[in-house]
């Protein structure tokens, strides 16, 4: 992660943010402090601001969440105000506080502040029930992998798990998660998936039908859209033990947004339908 920061500081608001009726009906003032993280070297040498962040557009955005659709916590209203920081592609890496100076909080105080910090974080998890099995799904880690745009990667351990929909009498799955954090914008990340697949012999047919490789974006830094092209989170993750056990496996402490915990989903799905293969390691790039 580089080093290079802009930081835009005390950026006032009037919202109608809060738990009680009289703060959604009176609104109060909210100050915001947003640091982002990003390589500036490419905008240094050109002297060209569209290769960095615009930070006079992001204080304008930033102040419509604030004004905009109400929320009950200010820990909500952070997530959206981190969000809209990734949505830019420079940014890898950004953290908020919110500052709500005129709480409700019945003795003195100064300030009440959350601080939140989101990277561009991505899970895609990878399935394969036809050829070599594990080799497609190496072919898939390694195309992800080939171009820029991917950092930090780790691919969790491999499952095995039984089809789950879709036509009968299918091969059986192998599946792994893959996490890493990423420069390139989600639509550009769904084309890295694509191509993967391709790249493993993929012919696409029924839905749920079997398949050379399968890579599905999982969650994308935190973004929720229905997008029907690519809805994030999956719609599905959250019922899948062979998504949420290899995930499981690679951060403990994950959480699928609007879901709640990996480890909390994995608990409800069960295990029963997955197995872990031992000896099976799939190669994160070096």
Not at 264 to 284: I, Y
Request: include cysteine; hydrophobic fraction near 45%; aromatic fraction near 4%.
């Amino acid at each position: 992660m580089t080093a290079d920061r802009i930081s835009l500081l005390g950026l006032r608001g009037f919202g109608r943010h809060g738990v009680l009726d009289a703060e959604r009906r009176d609104g109060q003032e909210f100050v915001i402090d947003a640091v982002l993280w990003l390589d500036t070297r490419a905008a240094a040498a050109a002297d060209d601001l569209r290769l960095t962040a615009d930070y006079a557009r992001l204080a304008e955005r930033l102040s419509e969440i604030v004004s905009g659709e109400p929320v009950a916590l200010i820990e909500t209203l952070a997530g959206r105000l981190a969000a809209a920081c990734l949505a830019d592609p420079v940014v890898r890496e950004a953290e908020i506080t919110v500052h709500k100076p005129q709480a409700p909080v019945p003795v003195a105080f100064g300030d009440v502040t959350v601080t939140i910090r989101r990277s561009r974080t991505v899970v895609l998890a990878l399935g394969s029930n036809l050829g070599d099995r594990l080799a497609n799904l190496q072919r898939g880690v390694d195309v992800l992998c080939t171009e820029p745009g991917l950092d930090q990667v780790a691919v969790s351990p491999v499952y095995e798990t039984a089809p789950v929909g879709g036509p009968a009498q299918q091969p059986d799955y192998l599946n792994a998660v893959l996490t890493a954090a990423t420069s390139l914008p989600a639509r550009a990340l769904l084309d890295r998936a694509r191509a993967a697949e391709q790249a493993a012999g993929r012919v696409r047919g029924p839905r749920w039908g079997p398949r050379t490789l399968d890579v599905d974006v999982i969650v994308y830094a935190g973004v929720v859209s229905d997008d029907p092209e690519l809805t994030l989170p999956h719609p599905r993750a959250g019922e899948r033990a062979f998504v949420l056990a290899p995930w499981h496996d690679l951060d403990p402490g994950a959480v699928l947004p609007g879901r709640g915990t990996v480890a909390g989903l994995l608990a409800a799905a069960g295990t029963d339908s997955v197995r872990r293969l031992p000896g099976a390691p799939l190669r994160a790039p070096a």
